[in-house]
């Protein structure tokens, strides 16, 4: 699996320190989370873009040009939005970012999902034997599935207890 040990998501020094035109921030947002989706899969367009826009998760461009915060926050949707509701989304991003500058809530968020998904992939690759590894593959695939539905849902339920 090379393909995890490369896994490598820009950080915040890595961002462009300009402004992009929206094709850009799909080019450079593509590049950088397209080894965590299907072939064919669309990572982010135009018009999820303007959907983030006009649902209030990013601040609309200047000038027809978003900036390296909006860029931040759209590589971080384009993660989350696998797993949560755009509305638990833009709940997320304010919890974080009311905690930490945003410089270092989005390298922190990074860092822990590259250090997560390695340690996952990794533990994947300790399958001792292959007269085992059916078995194996079957209960870390439920092991893992209700794993994701239980922080799902711890997630959920601290968001609405929470409302911060």
């Not at 699996?1 to 593509?30: C, G, K, S």
């Not at 304010?94 to 989005?106: E, G, N």
């Not at 085992?132 to 959920?156: A, G, P």
Request: net charge neutral.
């Amino acid at each position: 699996m090379d393909w995890i040990e490369n896994l490598h998501i820009a950080r915040w020094e890595e961002l462009p320190q300009f402004d992009l035109y929206v094709d850009q921030i799909v080019d450079f947002i593509t590049r950088n989370l397209a080894s965590l989706y299907e072939k064919d899969e669309k990572i982010i367009t135009r018009t999820m873009i303007n959907g983030y826009v006009k649902q209030g998760l990013i601040l609309p461009p200047v000038k027809k040009k978003y900036s390296r915060d909006q860029l931040a926050y759209l590589m971080v949707i384009c993660l989350l939005k696998n797993v949560y509701s755009l509305e638990e989304v833009k709940e997320l991003l304010r919890i974080q970012i009311a905690a930490f500058p945003l410089d270092r809530s989005y390298d922190y968020f990074l860092i822990e999902f590259e250090d997560c998904l390695k340690n996952i992939f990794h533990q994947d690759e300790t399958k001792q034997t292959p007269a085992t590894y059916r078995n194996q593959e079957v209960v870390f695939l439920l092991h893992s599935t209700v794993l994701s539905l239980v922080y799902k849902i711890k997630i959920q339920k601290s968001l609405k207890s929470d409302a911060r």
